[in-house]
């Protein structure tokens, strides 16, 4: 019990999953993640300039080697050093820990940026493929460009496309200008996706 009330007493420490998952994208080795959050658990008792001769034991190794560490930190621009005034008009040291946070966002950002890519590459392959199978050829120059501009020009989201070739698969009908005439009928219905398509069909039942 005196174990558990001295763990709960000595506080936690928040640290972001995104440094823990990706901090070696920063070029970060794992003694430097660990010094960098040796100066995060300082920083968040409001000691942002602590003696590393404390980290040093806590991680047990020199301090000379921890300032090497934190020189290599610096050197990386994942840390920033920075001197401010004080009141008394003496100058303060402080390691600014942000820098390593910017790139992560940066880098979370790309990665969002890259898979929506990728999806959407994806998904335009999905279109061709499906009115290809449709007309049961490949498609000429003229109707590749017919399907690109659907994607590229009129915006039509792939889904509600791949529902429009299906809708003419059903009616016998394997044209393009007749899907292009579906899709035209959706939208000035409102019909984005499949859910429009869906509270649409609801409410016109065929008959």
């Given amino acids: 019990m005196k174990e558990l009330t001295a763990?709960?007493?000595g506080g936690q420490l928040s640290v972001s999953r995104l440094l823990l998952q990706h901090?070696?994208?920063l070029k970060m080795s794992s003694e430097?993640?660990?010094v960098y959050l040796q100066l995060s658990d300082f920083a968040s008792q409001n000691d942002d300039f602590p003696d590393l001769a404390v980290i040093g034991d806590r991680m047990g190794i020199a301090p000379k080697q921890i300032y090497n560490?934190?020189?290599q930190l610096l050197q990386k621009k994942l840390i920033t050093l920075k001197s401010t005034v004080n009141d008394t008009g003496q100058a303060e040291d402080h390691y600014d820990l942000t820098p390593a946070l910017t790139k992560l966002s940066i880098l979370a950002v790309q990665d969002t940026q890259l898979n929506q890519q990728s999806m959407d590459s994806h998904q335009r392959?999905?279109?061709f493929n499906l009115v290809?199978?449709?007309l049961g050829r490949p498609l000429s120059p003229l109707e590749s460009e017919i399907v690109a501009n659907w994607l590229d020009l009129d915006h039509y989201q792939p889904e509600l496309i791949q529902l429009a070739v299906r809708e003419a698969i059903l009616n016998q009908v394997y044209s393009l200008k007749y899907v292009d005439k579906i899709l035209l009928n959706w939208q000035k219905q409102d019909i984005t996706d499949k859910?429009?398509?869906q509270a649409y069909?609801?409410?016109h039942p065929r008959r």
Avoid: P
């Fill in 125 to 127: 392959s999905t279109v």
């Fill in 32 to 34: 430097e993640l660990v």
């Fill in 69 to 71: 560490l934190i020189h």
């Fill in 201 to 203: 069909q609801k409410n």
């Fill in 23 to 25: 901090y070696q994208a």
């Fill in 7 to 9: 763990f709960l007493q």
């Fill in 195 to 197: 859910t429009s398509l």
């Fill in 132 to 134: 290809e199978q449709a």
